[in-house]
């Protein structure tokens, strides 16, 4: 199910598109019902009705747990990739997603940057700005230390959200400028001189800026998927439903012949909860985060081997078969 041409030249001209029906809508429920554990101990329903019973609504932010971290932990388990829960962690291996993120990066060989899990808790919701025209940005700097590139198709990096429920307007669905992805070079050194760009990717007041578009909710279905550019500026808006929360399992990637400079991940340092998914994964996944491909010369029968005896049960057999054939 690849894109089509249409949604793909909507894809290059505005810089993200909404995907519908990518994923099984029973898949991401299960996924979404793990997901409110990790951040409630419990679900959303029985959080809401826990807190209107003694008034007291928790935050649940995540806690960093250090500079390479992206997303931290909470007190009830790790929303960080993989989390270690399957029906969370398989989500990565649905081929017509990878296909697709294939397609909007231009390029089969994709690499991991980083993937965590996204929620907005609607009673304690604080992750927005004062003012409709505050708090847009590029999200650019998470993965890569330099500015944005004319080159948007090579030197920027894709963000997906899968929508693990259904985002309607009242469910602080994020805001995104149209073709902002294309503009942001032409613009920066104006919002620069005018002190209207903070830090590495922040526009103080998009009033200031009337080449852009209007924002458009990024509102979507279960099931659904958004690709978004990182040059593309977006923003967070408040939730018009305090009764609701909003969910994505996120992940970020870039071509691998751009990854060297394009890539932050905390994922190679955390063994615990690495190792056992390389263990299980598929090599088609493994490619993502550096792992060379089958038929590869670096699996020789003596790198196998070692593979074996690092990874205890892999399932070698696809790496075996260019041996066998003596290609």
């Not at 995907?19 to 679900?43: H, L, N, Q, T």
């Not at 029906?87 to 649905?94: C, F, G, T, Y």
């Not at 963000?159 to 073709?179: F, Q, R, T, W």
Request: hydrophobic share 30%; charged share 25%; proline share 7%.
């Amino acid at each position: 199910m690849p894109l089509t041409k249409e949604q793909l030249d909507q894809f290059y001209r505005d810089g993200f598109i909404i995907v519908d029906d990518v994923f099984d809508k029973k898949d991401v429920e299960a996924a979404f019902i793990e997901m409110e554990k990790i951040f409630y101990g419990e679900s959303f329903k029985e959080y809401l009705a826990r807190s209107d019973k003694n008034g007291i609504a928790k935050p649940v932010e995540p806690k960093t747990t250090g500079a390479v971290s992206h997303y931290g932990a909470t007190q009830y388990g790790r929303p960080q990739f993989p989390t270690g829960i399957e029906a969370l962690d398989r989500l990565i291996e649905n081929d017509d997603w990878l296909d697709m993120y294939e397609q909007c990066l231009g390029t089969q060989d994709l690499s991991y940057c980083n993937g965590h899990l996204f929620l907005r808790s609607g009673p304690t919701d604080k992750r927005h700005a004062e003012h409709s025209w505050q708090g847009y940005h590029i999200d650019n700097a998470t993965n890569t230390f330099l500015p944005p590139h004319r080159e948007t198709g090579l030197y920027n990096y894709v963000n997906s959200s899968i929508y693990l429920h259904d985002v309607p307007e009242d469910c602080a669905p994020m805001k995104i400028i149209p073709g902002s992805h294309r503009q942001i070079m032409d613009l920066l050194p104006k919002l620069i001189r005018d002190g209207n760009w903070v830090g590495r990717g922040e526009i103080k007041d998009i009033r200031k800026v009337p080449e852009f578009a209007l924002p458009v909710p990024a509102t979507g279905k279960v099931g659904s998927v958004r690709f978004n550019s990182s040059f593309g500026v977006h923003a967070a808006i408040p939730f018009e439903n305090k009764r609701r929360q909003r969910g994505y399992s996120t992940f970020s990637f870039c071509r691998a012949d751009t990854s060297q400079w394009i890539k932050l991940s905390n994922l190679w340092r955390e063994q615990e909860f690495s190792v056992p998914f390389w263990k299980n994964t598929t090599p088609r996944v493994r490619s993502l985060f550096g792992w060379p491909k089958p038929g590869h010369p670096y699996y020789t029968a003596e790198t196998l081997n070692l593979l074996g005896e690092w990874y205890p049960g892999i399932d070698l057999t696809p790496y075996q078969d260019q041996l066998r054939t003596g290609e």
